[in-house]
């Protein structure tokens, strides 16, 4: 069964929410959770994230990811679909499978971007800069960044309190048809293959991210840091 | 001091463009050298030296698979080939990446002596990168030993 590493992108606001301990971050600075079980794989896309000035937690496995959020037991997982959140946090998929109607489900169910792996610096360069723009309209007390659109400001809601997360699973057997992938929902934390809940969007496929409706809609968390 | 730092530097670059074009090393070598500076002058050779770990395990994994004869769990064996696949395509493996393409098909279509081919090629290309690399990294250590800097090579 396939499985994807995925990125999540965690606001300082959303990981103080969970009761982790965190060092004074740069209100800037941008919290991901990088999920894949191949350690070649976590020591790049680490890299990749901190050079682009990420910080940046590293898990293998999508049930370490859980753990990392407090989202692993009964009580977490009861009171998922209430919490606000993780809802808001971007979950990017990262595969090597490069399958188009795969990729196209990844970002039906709520995936903000998809990287294709081998995953390069660009990739994630572009990755950084459209979440920092979106830092940026989220919360207008932040530094100024560079490239925000007018139109991008005008078509944002105000912001709301930050929502549920959905990370990914990362995995490395066979294909998984993505039907197994996508439609578990996290109440089975013993598969720890499965997605969590995503929230619903549009289904429109993501052609480039600074286009994404599905992405601006998705990018309201006033927490964002 | 200048002329045998010139000469490492040429040493290096010719060698390094060699495992290039002789397809060990792909672009996506390239983009890890990116990831390495002054602060981590050592990424590149760190990354390398965990995949050749990877290696040794997952080549391991694979070859106890398929020594279970007449009972091979193909799926197993694949199973390690995706992860060979994915490493090594990670790392710029290019050569090792290749193998790994054609080895998942023998896994799929459940090819004994395919895979028992390709394990024994897998094995020697990683090892083959391995002293290679080994040789590429060694260069630089000595350019640097003689006070020069390790040059930006420029593959194309």
């Known amino acids: 069964m396939a499985r994807d590493g995925g990125v999540s992108c965690l606001r300082r606001s959303e990981i103080m929410s969970v009761g982790m301990e965190s060092a004074p971050l740069d209100l800037d600075e941008v919290h991901v959770l990088a999920v894949d079980d191949s350690l070649v794989d976590r020591i790049v896309i680490e890299r990749l994230l901190r050079i682009t000035s990420c910080k940046v937690t590293a898990v293998d496995s999508g049930w370490r990811a859980l753990e990392f959020l407090g989202l692993d037991n009964e009580k977490a997982s009861a009171k998922f679909d209430e919490s606000s959140n993780f809802r808001e946090v971007p979950v990017v998929i990262m595969s090597s499978e490069n399958v188009l109607t795969r990729i196209d489900r990844c970002l039906e169910e709520g995936a903000e971007d998809f990287l294709l792996k081998p995953v390069k610096l660009a990739d994630v360069k572009r990755l950084r800069n459209y979440l920092t723009r979106d830092v940026k309209l989220s919360n207008g007390n932040k530094r100024k960044l560079p490239e925000v659109s007018d139109s991008v400001h005008a078509s944002l809601p105000p912001p709301s309190p930050p929502l549920t997360l959905s990370p990914d699973s990362s995995d490395s057997s066979p294909p998984l048809s993505p039907v197994e992938i996508f439609s578990s929902p996290l109440s089975s934390p013993i598969d720890d293959e499965d997605d969590d809940v995503l929230t619903s969007s549009s289904p429109e496929s993501l052609t480039t991210p600074e286009e994404s409706p599905i992405r601006r809609q998705k990018m309201r968390s006033p927490g964002l840091d | ?156």
Request: net charge negative; hydrophobic share 40%; aromatic share 8%.
């Open chain 2, 1 to 156: 001091m200048d002329a045998l730092v010139a000469q490492l530097q040429m040493q290096f670059r010719d060698y390094t463009i060699s495992l290039y074009q002789q397809g060990f090393l792909d672009d996506q070598f390239t983009e890890l050298k990116k990831l390495q500076d002054d602060a981590s002058p050592d990424f590149v050779a760190e990354v390398l030296s965990l995949f050749f770990e990877d290696c040794v395990k997952l080549i391991g994994n694979m070859a106890r698979a398929l020594d279970q004869k007449g009972t091979v769990d193909f799926n197993q064996v694949g199973a390690s080939v995706h992860q060979l696949k994915g490493s090594s395509s990670s790392v710029g493996a290019k050569r090792v990446k290749g193998l790994c393409v054609s080895f998942k098909e023998f896994c799929e279509a459940k090819n004994y002596e395919g895979c028992v081919r390709c394990l024994q090629q897998v094995d020697i290309e990683y090892k083959t990168l391995q002293t290679k690399l080994q040789d590429m990294f060694n260069l630089e250590k000595q350019i640097i030993e003689a006070g020069g800097r390790v040059p930006q090579v420029d593959i194309n």
